[in-house]
């Protein structure tokens, strides 16, 4: 057993996967607590699904993903934002996810290796990740973690209350900007390890699991990034012991857990957050 | 001491929109330190468009609002504003203790954890709500009067010199409604102003100085002997009121609307 899970640690590629999948599991656990929080999980999916043709452009260019990806997920967020003033939030969400993404696809389908390169963007590709990209990866995961450790009780409270945020004269739309900004540095810093189409998960199921469990914000957030981080080795290792695209591998681990936890932890409560009465 | 002629609020000519529709129109009246003033009107009288013009979060269409001659929607004033209860989120993980200290951010500041001093002001503020028991209890296990409380502790935690409650004793329960009151009279030894918006025009009559009466526009100002009289309150409410005497002469009243009451 030990051995096994040694073994694949002489290959340095394995052990900058690790590196990696740790990190995103760190990470989008972090920051997957203010999105399950603020009831954001639809958003930070569109998210990821609209860098897709970020990711593309680069690609053909041959320019670093990330920038492409960065771009391409501000791009989506300023679009939905503007749609936002004349439909409502879910269907501009809806929109711009599907084209985006659908562009994503069109333009990655003029190169000829088309079905290899899409499943690594779709579906991650841990165990080709190189030097430059974990430390693309780390320098965009720590950024991250760095603002929301100095904003912590501030995000908590635009999550709560925005009302009591802006009696108190915080700068609430610089705040839900930054969150975005976040939201969108996270799934350029996971593209590779989960890909963009199961970041999601990897941003909320931990939560929702540690949100079943406890009953602070802080404790949810640890244990989060326990599951998260247990999630991303294991399905890391099932990755490479069972050649399976290390997306799915992570997200089924994650699901796993969220279902063990889900049928013994008491029922005290369903998840019902960000559901709240609008006046 | 002067201190109760001091100048607290000032509202001059406010109108305000919302949703297209004018919600509150050419507002007029003030407010002195440690005053106790009712803010009274049926539903969609503009009593929660005024709350949330004079913190700030509605945009003035015209007119001023003056907090100790400073402008809130535009300077950092503190104010406490406990809005009303149907707009809080049940299910986030939070303890009373959590909630209260979110009053204290504006004194934390950016990048800092709370204080000595900052913690003693929450438990000063859950000692004066009477809910020192329930400090690590989650908001999502509390009754209706315990989360008001709550939300007043926070308030008080930010130890803000005005206070507006929008219908603090909407729906609870009889010893919630007595920690309140309570609370109210500790606030006016303190010099806190309190805007308190109620639909119980019995505990406006009783329990405070002035009465605001709202009907889109402000119907009446004045001591509550004068404003709660039976031509002003029909012009208001209509036929939804009944009226009767109290025998010392008082006005014992029944608003159509009432929810609150144990």
């Known amino acids: 057993m030990l051995n096994g899970l040694l073994e694949p640690l002489a290959y340095p590629f394995m052990v900058r996967g690790l590196i990696a999948a740790v990190l995103v599991g760190v990470v989008c656990a972090v920051l997957g607590t203010y999105v399950v929080l603020r009831g954001m999980a639809f958003f930070g999916d569109a998210l990821a699904h609209a860098i897709l043709p970020g990711v593309a452009v680069a690609y053909l260019l041959r320019l670093p993903l990330s920038a492409g990806a960065l771009v391409a997920g501000i791009l989506a967020a300023a679009a939905i934002g503007y749609l936002q003033n004349r439909l409502r939030e879910d269907t501009a969400i809806g929109i711009v996810f599907s084209g985006a993404f659908a562009l994503g696809i069109a333009l990655l389908s003029t190169v000829r290796t088309y079905t290899v390169d899409l499943t690594h963007f779709l579906f991650g590709n841990v165990l080709g990740v190189s030097p430059t990209d974990l430390l693309i990866t780390a320098v965009l995961g720590g950024g991250v973690l760095l603002v929301m450790v100095a904003l912590h009780k501030e995000f908590v409270l635009m999550a709560f209350d925005p009302t009591l945020a802006r009696v108190l004269r915080l700068p609430t739309a610089f705040l839900r900007y930054l969150l975005l900004l976040m939201l969108a540095v996270t799934v350029v810093a996971a593209l590779q390890v989960v890909g963009v189409a199961l970041v999601v998960a990897m941003l909320v199921t931990p939560p929702a699991t540690a949100y079943l469990l406890v009953r602070r914000v802080g404790p949810m957030m640890g244990l989060a990034t326990l599951f998260g981080t247990l999630s991303a080795v294991l399905g890391l290792y099932f990755s490479y012991y069972l050649n399976l695209p290390s997306g799915p591998a992570m997200v089924l681990v994650c699901t796993a857990i969220f279902l063990l936890v889900f049928l013994l932890s008491p029922q005290r409560r369903r998840i019902g957050l960000g559901r709240r009465a609008h006046h | ?262």
């Not at chain 2, 509390?142 to 008080?156: D, E, K, P, V």
């Not at chain 2, 329990?207 to 002997?225: I, K, Q, S, T, Y």
């Open chain 2, 1 to 262: 001491m002067d201190s109760d002629r001091c100048l607290v609020l000032r509202v001059e000519s406010v109108t305000v929109t919302y949703n297209g529709r004018v919600a509150l129109r050419d507002a007029t009246f003030s407010a002195y330190a440690g005053e106790r003033v009712a803010v009274v009107g049926p539903n969609g009288a503009g009593k929660t468009t005024l709350f949330k013009a004079i913190v700030g979060l509605l945009p003035l269409e015209s007119g001023t609002v003056e907090v100790f001659r400073c402008n809130p929607q535009r300077e950092r004033v503190s104010i406490g504003y406990v809005p009303q209860r149907e707009e809080v989120d049940l299910s986030f993980p939070v303890t009373v203790a959590d909630v209260v200290m979110m009053g204290r951010i504006g004194h934390i500041g950016y990048l800092r954890r709370p204080s000595r001093r900052d913690r003693e002001a929450v438990r000063q503020a859950l000692e004066q709500v009477g809910l020192t028991d329930l400090v690590n209890r989650p908001l999502g296990e509390l009754s209706g009067g315990q989360i008001q409380r709550t939300f007043i502790a926070r308030a008080l935690a930010q130890e803000a010199p005005l206070l507006l409650m929008d219908e603090p004793f909407a729906g609870v329960d009889a010893t919630s409604e007595e920690a309140i009151l309570r609370l109210l009279d500790l606030l006016r030894e303190n010099g806190v102003t309190v805007l308190l918006a109620t639909h119980d025009l019995r505990m406006a009559a009783e329990r405070f100085d002035r009465v605001l009466l709202l009907n889109g526009e402000v119907v009446a100002c004045g001591p509550p002997g004068e404003v709660l009289c039976p031509a002003a309150l029909q012009r208001v409410y209509g036929g939804q009121l009944t009226l009767w005497e109290h025998e010392r002469g008082l006005l014992l009243l029944g608003d159509g609307h009432c929810s609150g009451g144990a």
